[in-house]
């Protein structure tokens, strides 16, 4: 497997002190390179995460930004971003990789998922929240992600559930994600893929407990 070269890190690093399209024109070999080496290293990795998972689509996002309703206007990402899909409807949940010097992380989860899987959710949590509660209380869960579930939350109970009920906590929230930082030298390393493939499967079970809810209906019937 290719690794992640660290030319690929002092360009993004460089890009980020000289965010403009003539700097970038400029560079655009080292960007070339750049790209060029994390679509290797990707190869690689959705090859052995293939072997553990079911992934429909990968997605290396582009570097240029869309500002047209941003007020920061710099024209390009600092990092590059990688999504990864698992086959639905079957399986539910998404991976994502973020490389950038100094702000490297593995995420994933369910970041703003429809008003109808999302009201689905809020049933199964207002039905029994501890299958859930112990998946994220798992001592792996904890360590992987000390920040624990990430995404925003409303401040009350949505309408239709009881703002007294005991899983509120979960049932208030509009997503479900969580994340993984890595230093540069852990992305320099030559086990750094294994590292992503080993965090993405601490996701496994709250994926798996995601699918079973999302593919059934409030009386536990299938649905797909």
């Known amino acids: 497997m290719s690794n992640i070269d660290k030319k690929t890190l002092y360009f993004l690093e460089d890009l980020s002190k000289n965010n403009n399209r003539p700097w970038f024109q400029e560079n655009k070999p080292r960007y070339e390179l750049a790209h060029s080496n994390m679509k290797e290293f ?69 970041w703003q998922p429809n008003k109808e899987d999302l009201q689905r959710i809020r049933e199964e949590f207002a039905f029994d929240d501890q299958p859930f509660r112990k998946i994220i209380s798992d001592p792996g869960f904890e360590k992987a992600f000390p920040k624990g579930i990430e995404g925003d939350a409303l401040k009350t109970a949505p309408k239709g559930f009881d703002r007294e009920h005991p899983a509120i906590d979960l049932i208030r ?14 992305v320099l ?6 590292k992503v ?28």
């Open 42 to 110: 990707l190869k690689g990795l959705l090859d052995e995460f293939q072997k553990v998972d079911h992934i429909e689509k990968m997605k290396l996002f582009r570097i240029y930004r869309d500002v047209r309703f941003s007020k920061d206007k710099t024209p390009y990402k600092n990092s590059f971003g990688v999504g990864f899909h698992r086959e639905k409807p079957q399986l539910r949940g998404g991976y994502y990789l973020h490389i950038e010097p100094g702000g490297t992380f593995v995420g994933g989860g369910f």
């Open 173 to 186: 929230r509009k997503s479900f994600v969580a994340s993984k930082s890595f230093t540069d030298e852990e």
């Open 189 to 194: 390393s030559k086990d750094f893929a294994e």
């Open 197 to 224: 493939i080993d965090t993405f499967m601490v996701f496994r079970p709250w994926f798996d407990y995601f699918s079973d809810v999302l593919t059934t209906n409030a009386n536990g019937e299938k649905i797909v």
